[in-house]
């Protein structure tokens, strides 16, 4: 009963990281796209959640009879759904299970969104984001947490560094590669910075998605065990506190100014790198992923932005897809029971999958139906012709 | 324990509903008059508490000695507080159980709130809120939930769609018409739009009303049952996804654009047809119940602004009252157990009441102290003139 | 099993809180220092949990072998961390326990960095924070909630109207008269009111704190006891409610207008004023502390504004300092078992050493460091000049 209770808070608790993912992308992004943004963000959760009805959860989860590689599932429930409701999985009913991986569903989604923003096509946003969540996410999932191949071989992954972060983060690179950068983020070999237009919305959305973390990483126990989701909490809360330390310090040092944006970002590393070992190294250990995950932070935005030159206006590839690696080794570098080589071998092609996936389908919708908006869309805003109304229509300043 | 706990949780979840009714509506309504919206919204949740610790709770749960009609109560714990403390009402405290109602019981003054914004003279309306809350509400609710008539006769409203939504929702209707239209809604024959002032914090309203609603449905079970709590979640889950997909497309045919508040509000319309039923009907029945919540909410706004020319400026009239009828007789529909023709006599009786005793008690507030602020203070604004300073007052732009 | 997810449910509510203090000093001061004010609240929350991690906590909780008085701690789970986890302290784990505390630890913090708000040097106020939060407060909060020599005369403090509020409130006093008003604060023997620069973001602060002040009073129940536990959340949620009334009807029949932030900080002084002793008082004791509480905060924000000309721009001083010590007085005129004398002179200790540590710790920075930035960056905001961007860069208002 208490086990159960756990798992239904967690489930709401990742529910609302998705007004934090939304408030975080609304603030690093410019006022024009602002409901763009937000409708994106309300569609996914949406979606997320009737698809993994529909199919997702029994895709993931295919049971015994799974062939550890692909099984595609159907809705939930169907066959008895009375029976469903009753049987207990665990110590925590079938209907909490769905729940909860629901929730998680969803994420993948809104991490491609971030990196795609101001110049991507809705509608063919929303078909992707369909088919990323609805089949390729609970496909890759069920390779781990189903009981398929990448577990059989001894790969962990405890809440999801690959299985959700890495997955979403390469994803994205693949989306944000195929979509180009927004118009004027490179110009005649220049970088530019396009700023966002809200810093308290950027600091809503860290605070939301910490806070919700506990519950991503807390429930992914799959119980209320005291010395376990202790441990995770405790994890979970030092790698986010070390992440935006390192963050903090490497960026001042560097840029010789304490930036905002990367400090923040510095807890959502730490937490990402956390992710796949929460509950298997030291609280000690999870100090040091924090503060390595907000390093890789700082040097992996560079390498995406100024070398690699792909545009991703929220950092989402860096901090969901690198530190989601990083998680995913730290756990053969500090749990003497993985191995190193396993773990990177299991990020490496969840990863791949994911990056694979995106580029044919993604790829396939920019040749049929288009992905990016025209330029004069783009440098009006997708807010007022697109969507018929600015964000803040009535604001005014007082001088 | 277990139980107790998750009351209390779910009393907290209710308490963070009024901060998304308050960004909601602030976000909805003209930044002029923002201060005076939050006002009402801290106002209210203050006096929702009193109120119900003085008279409400112990009007609307009567005990055994009630008449089934009226009964007024006095104020809680007053013969014996010692006894109250240590007493078990069910598997959770007296004072649980007064918590988590209490929480419910500034709603239905919230919902009026939205409806009158802009243009309500404030002392007026903390009048009748004061009222509504304190004495209205508990005397409508102990009809069903106190052991009344309602209960009698077989009625079911699970968690509120009537008791709480349609209640305020009608309240409301009478209010938003007595008060008419605010001065630029309907101008030679034309109808405004009046826009709000900052969809970001719609987002967070919305958002943070779904996050409460697994409170105030999921705390409705009056116990942390495994399986009842569960199916709740999912249920309640599920009709929002579904009210989300309706309103979006079909606001998306019409006006051929894709409209981000009614895709918003589609998501409460969703969460305020399952609270009746949430508990007794299937996930595919929650799904049904959503998709014609948000068929209804576009419908319903055009009826009320369109034809009946009652100016809303959050739609609350729709959201809470017309889909608050739709889900208290889509329990009739959609679970065997229930009378579509008693539950339509029920949400009727006690929309009716909300509409009457609205229509009179503002009705004669209208008369004595006046309900409607003077042409030049709705003109310039509520914030400056009636409350000192704007909402924003060191506000400014780059440019 | 239900104890220790209670407490580790505190622990994130208490988390949620740093958002709220972020939220509301954002939205109390000007704009041009939002991402200084941002950033400093990231800041905290990170050491807070280390220095908690690595000192705090073993100094705060010394174990059989405390002499009372001072005895500085390790880091957590040195010696064995495998026995710390399995090991049950009372009915949670030694890891929930940290935690909680943690969470409360960085609030000392975050309450000074409210008042040194706008022209504090950012790097000073870091290095302070992090003594104050390391090593100040575990040392006070010893001798109460250690079993240190206030504990051992009867002094009671529930959750920390004084270990917390008061002591934050008292470094802040030290701390804002050290470093002076704001340049255009007093002019001309003139007060001006430095306005903030976005109410709604007020508002998100204050509920946001009231509901994690569920957690912080809830949790300080230290089991999830359901008499004990509904008893703090009703007078927790009376008192905040009648502060906010009691703030209101003075400010409106003093200032003749209904004033948003009087009466929103109402709320927070209602909840400061019940936290010493939320589950020994009455639930109508509860009403009138949070009356006294709301009018405390009108006339004790003219003392410390007009009177003492010391400026805080939030107005914690007030909030945390002066209702702390109410609150933790209140204690012994409503509990019969409790002394007022006792609880004067321990909520009078613990205030004068955080003003005298803060006095010498922030005195000696400023002699070396300097903690006050000049003028030139007073007057152009902290966020260009010392950060390198503004909080809103691309906002841009429609006409």
Known sequence: MVDN???LISALLVFIMHLGFSTLEVGLTRQKNTINVLFKNMFIISAGLITYALIGFNTMYPGDSFNNILSIGGPIGFVDASKNLTHAYADY???SDFLFQAMFAATGATIVSGAVAERVKLSSFLLFATLLVGLAYPIAGAWKWGGGFLDDMGFYDFAGSSVVHAFGGFAALACAWLLGPRADKY???????LSGHSMPLVAI?????????YGFNGGSVLSADPAAVSLVFVTTSLSAACGILSAMFISWFMNKKPDYIITANGALAGLVGITAGADVVSIWAACVIGL???????FGSNLIERILKIDDPVGAITVHGI???????AVGIFSAEHSVLTQLIGTTIISVFAFTFSLLVFGAIKK??????????????LDLLEHGYEAYPDFKTSS
Chains 1, 2, 3 share one sequence.
């Not at 959305?205 to 973390?213: I, R």
């Not at 390595?292 to 700082?298: A, T, Y």
């Not at 992905?371 to 440098?379: A, H, S, T």
């Open 205 to 213: 959305g860290v605070f939301l998605l910490w806070f919700g973390w």
């Open 5 to 7: 209770l756990w798992i």
């Open 292 to 298: 390595i995950s907000g390093i890789l932070l700082v």
């Open 368 to 381: 049929t139906l288009g992905i990016r908006i025209n330029g004069k869309l783009e440098q009006q805003g």
């Open 93 to 95: 009913t079938y209907y």
């Open 187 to 193: 110009t005649n070999g220049k970088i530019n910075t």
């Open 323 to 329: 530190c989601g690696i990083w998680g995913t080794v």
